[in-house]
């Protein structure tokens, strides 16, 4: 009688633990897996940004030729119309886009003229090593408020300026060549007030060379 | 005359009662209430300077301020919180212990209706806290990273000391740094080692890794405190002109040794410009505000031997 006692109890225990489990055995690989998917992707983001939100968005930005001659009369005046800032920061974005004549042509710098006749560099695009949030924070596109943790925010701007690294300074560093065209956006920094703006530094989103 | 002695004895005794009996200041007076400091440290000249900002700027706007030191222990954290919500305070200024770990106490205190405003360390959630006052460390490290390859060069090794594992701003600075610093190849990092954002242990980190990698040519220190340690090492071991040292905060003894040469380079952090803008915040808050950014990021600038002049009391002259 003891046996059977004993039996249908271990029967009863079997079956509660496995209608109610006290714990779930689960494969390494699928832990792993779901990890992988919980962490931010910043290339994917960046991506999906850029095709998404930064290039429909260069119809906005600012045309060169209406800034550089606003910037030359009343540089207060044309931070204030045209540039967004982030934070408490002195340093100000400004997000442009227009067409200019190749003058200079560097391993990190291409230089253009803007200006009908002019042959002085007024706009030199950044195209060499690409580094900091001007891509990221120029625009007002992303908020820094959205972000939960500031290391995603931060890989945001790092993924940003590899795409700039590997799609659109390739194809200007070829074909960009003295007087030739060349229809460009992007966005630029600037430090403070003090900060010399002749050319204005432009890390590109865009170049097409004609 | 026997009455008269009793009646000077009296109005003497009621003299001396009426100057013994506990004055209200002009503050307290007119004080709007009590307005807690919460500091990850004060083990740390640094943010003795952020807290006692923060709470000079609190007194100023008419409250009761008082500074609880968590001695970088979330624990320690949790036990002023306990007491800051018990004790009727009307805000907290909060410098956090760890992005992570501290964000139950941050639920605790809005749970009970009290606001915090986080400043210069972050908490890893958007929804706790009312809003964060963080310093840009990631640009500002890019900027000290665009520095360290023009002053180091693009060969050579060097070495990292970083600040306490679980902060934010620890990875955003090494980030940073390494986002500039790792496109050069010919820059190789010998060793890479937590020196808790602490003076004593980045010396002693500075120390050993001097033993096991005697030709370095510069180390990066994810704050000052630590790079004063092992600016201290690298004299004792008579490599100071060899290594060159690069911090990040802006404190004071540092941008001194940045002028004197000893010191490549530091990141100016503005902490009196966090402490004194959080606790506006809070003021604007206690009166009715409630629409803050959930992040304010506050730059960080380059301070070099070149531009030195310019900095100086956490700050800009």
Known sequence: MAAVRWFIAIVVLAGICWLFPIFHVVPLKTVTAEKAAETFDATQFADNFWTNQLVPAISKSVKADVLLPAIQADPAAAKKKFSRSVGLSESYFYFLSGTGRVVAVSDDEISLAITSGSTNAEVSLQAGLIFGDAIRDGTGLLNASDYPNSQDFNDISAALDHIVETRVLPALHAQAKIGATVSFAGCAEVDDESTDLKPLKVIPVQAEVR | ?317
């Open chain 2, 1 to 317: 005359m026997k009455t008269n002695w009793f009646k000077l004895a009296l109005a003497v005794l009621a003299a001396i009662t009426i100057l013994l009996l506990p004055q209200a200041s002009p503050a307290q007076t007119a004080s709007k209430g009590k307005i807690a400091v919460v500091v990850s440290t004060l083990n740390n000249p640094w943010f003795v300077v952020l807290a006692d900002t923060a709470k000079a700027r609190a007194v100023e706007l008419g409250y009761d301020a008082t500074i609880f030191d968590s001695q970088n222990d979330t624990a320690k954290e949790a036990s002023h919180f306990e007491n800051v919500i018990a004790g009727g305070y009307k805000a907290i200024l909060f410098n956090p212990t760890d992005a992570n770990g501290s964000i139950a106490n941050v639920e605790k205190a809005k749970a009970a209706g009290i606001p915090v405003f986080c400043i210069d360390r972050e908490i890893n959630s958007t929804n706790a806290a009312t809003s964060q006052m963080l310093s840009d460390s990631y640009s500002g490290c890019v900027k000290l990273g665009q520095y360290f390859v023009k002053t180091v060069g693009k060969q050579g090794e060097y070495a990292e000391l970083l600040g306490i594992v679980g902060d934010n701003n620890t990875w955003n600075r090494s980030k940073g740094f390494h986002s500039v610093v790792d496109r050069y190849p010919g820059l190789k990092m010998v060793a890479q080692q937590s020196g808790d954002f602490d003076r004593a242990k980045g010396l002693e980190v500075m120390e050993s890794i001097l033993q096991a990698h005697p030709n370095i040519k510069a180390v990066f220190c994810g704050n000052d405190a630590m790079a004063m340690g092992a600016y201290q090492a690298l004299v004792t071991a008579g490599k100071d002109k060899q290594v060159k040292v690069f911090g990040f905060d802006g404190a004071d003894e540092v941008v001194k040794m940045i002028a004197e040469g000893k010191i490549a380079a530091t990141g100016m952090q503005f902490p009196k410009t966090m402490a004194r803008k959080s606790a506006e915040f809070a003021d604007e808050y206690i009166k009715g505000e409630r629409d803050f950014p959930q992040k304010v990021p506050v730059p960080v600038e380059l301070v070099t031997p070149e531009n030195v002049a310019k900095y100086g009391d956490y700050g800009k002259k």
